[in-house]
């Protein structure tokens, strides 16, 4: 059951937290500042290639980034676009970013990747889904069932159990501060649970024609996927972009009734960037939600501010995330929508 909560949604956005501890579980060790994930963590790829759709998708291109900034190629592509790509090489690795393990396009392209010669991973919360029995390897987000349409606590599992996929079979300078930042995560977005100021900006922006959702570097997937929740479960007009391509185009829908949300954490070039265009939204009058740290000073350029704690840009990622599923349900709620079951959308998409 909805344990009390009005909709499974919002029962598995409060989740989070517990299917975060349980993706984290047994595989690091903070003392020892490592990544224990058993036999994948002997797949040292040359390279990487992920496939996914969807809200997977955008969990695929943070697993992407993470690699590159290990110093290792790495690329995201929609799994119906993987016929466009270039074939993996080497001891390249194809992972299969999959909560259900079961979508087809993702399935076409592991099984296009495998006919190629690749190795092939199922990041997956099903145990015993197709993908996972068709890949080479698998690894368990362990979210536990997702029964809401809108994927959820999947999307935090996915980005948390790339994060340990990448420290386990790569190395990075900042092992030791991304494993004490994943440690702090379930109590994070507890904390964001609790204090969320999302529902009254809900109810401030909830007739409004269109969102905006911006940012950089690890924080673009997470206005992506602010995005498409918010247009999944309210049927309402969102758009997601890297901060930097606004002026390139959609600035010119942006007026009085497009509220911008704007990611920025940290306080370096990236962050005073975004900043950059959040003012240029500012000036064209368009309400300034910042979803921040507050360490830069975009707060001076935003009408609400969602706090999320300080912490490492990869794990802000996640706690972004979370004020912005709140801001989606709440949304959602107010106008009266289906929110576990939104029209013409279905769980899994069985055909490709
Ligand atoms: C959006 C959503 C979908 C899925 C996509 C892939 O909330 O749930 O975009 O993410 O259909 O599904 P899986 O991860 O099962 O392959």
């Not at 269109?210 to 602010?226: D, K, N, S, T, W």
């Not at 064209?284 to 704690?309: K, N």
């Amino acid at each position: 059951g909805k344990s009390g909560y009005e909709h499974f949604m919002l029962k598995e956005i409060h989740e989070q937290p517990r299917a975060l501890r349980q993706c984290l579980r047994g595989r690091v060790d903070e003392l020892a500042g490592t990544v224990d994930i058993g036999d994948l963590g002997d797949l040292s790829p040359t390279g990487v290639q992920f496939v996914a759709c969807g809200t997977s998708y955008h969990a695929a291109l943070h697993g992407a980034q993470l690699f590159r900034e290990a110093g290792i190629p790495a690329q995201a592509f929609l799994a119906s676009e993987y016929a466009t790509a270039t074939p993996p090489i080497g001891d390249a690795l194809v992972v299969g970013v999959t909560q259900s393990g079961e979508t087809a396009d993702t399935l076409s392209a592991l099984r296009a990747a495998r006919r190629r010669g690749a190795r092939t991973l199922a990041v997956t919360n099903v145990v015993g889904s197709t993908a996972a029995r068709e890949c080479d390897h698998a690894l368990y987000i362990r979210a536990g069932p997702e029964i809401g349409v809108a994927a959820t606590k999947t999307f935090a599992s996915q980005l948390t159990a790339l994060n340990l996929l990448a420290l386990g079979t790569s190395t990075t300078g900042d092992a030791r501060q991304v494993i004490s930042a994943l440690r702090d995560l379930p109590g994070h977005v507890q904390e964001i649970l609790d204090e969320s100021a999302a529902q009254e900006v809900a109810e401030l922006y909830q007739a409004a024609n269109a969102y905006f959702f911006i940012g950089r570097g690890y924080q673009e997937p997470v206005a992506l996927e602010g995005a498409l929740k918010m247009k999944e479960i309210t049927y309402k007009h969102a758009e997601g972009f890297a901060a930097g391509e606004l002026k390139h185009g959609p600035l010119a829908l942006v007026t009085e009734n497009t509220p911008v949300f704007a990611i920025v954490t940290g306080d370096d070039e990236r962050a005073r960037k975004t900043i950059g265009n959040v003012k240029e939204v500012e000036a064209r009058d368009a309400p300034v939600v910042a979803i921040t740290d507050g360490q830069s000073d975009v707060e001076r350029y935003a009408d609400h501010v969602l706090e999320i704690p300080e912490t490492h840009p990869r794990a802000a990622a996640v706690l972004a995330n979370t004020h912005l599923q709140l801001v989606s349900y709440h949304t959602a709620a107010l106008l009266g929508r289906n929110i576990d079951k939104p029209r013409n959308l279905a769980k899994s998409v069985t055909v490709e």
